[in-house]
């Protein structure tokens, strides 16, 4: 993990005791996919399958393994960006009354922002419900993205939108197959 961007590296991991620091801007987003066990199972299959990040100006290159190195491709007004990330941590665990299943990854060296992305989908045993939720944390890296910040803040939350609509479509698609 020497060649993250950014400390403190986990920040985003289910149960972490780290906290973010002040001087990151922190996105997050929560939407109910639907109830259940077979639901969880679909958007589980789609966080590991990186459907939450398949989007008409970007996605995801690489594979969801811990310590895996990733390509986040991105096509905004005409310019393409490849953006390098490392996966810190893919998790399929229980917390309480609760299932997690997920991935986080980092920024490496060479990406325009610090920082750290979480993808998960929850299933609470207690209410059936089943959610997908994006956690990040970030600030600028390079020259271009402090000139930008304002321009990259709309499109974090544009992504936001959009990941979570790919997702429910991912989920609804899988649930309406069986």
Known sequence: MSHLSYQ???ATLPNTKLSVPSNFRINHARRSIGQGPQCFENGRKAIFG???VDLDWMNLDGDVETNSQMLMRAKIWGTKWQLPLQVIEVYDTSI???RIAGFSYGTRSGHMLRGEERFCVEWDMTSNDVVYE??????PHRLLAYLGWPFIVLLQKRFLKQSLDAMERAVDQANNQR
């Open 96 to 98: 309480g009354q609760k």
């Open 134 to 139: 994006i956690y990040s944390f970030c600030r």
């Open 8 to 10: 403190p590296v986990g």
């Open 50 to 52: 990186k459907r939450m």
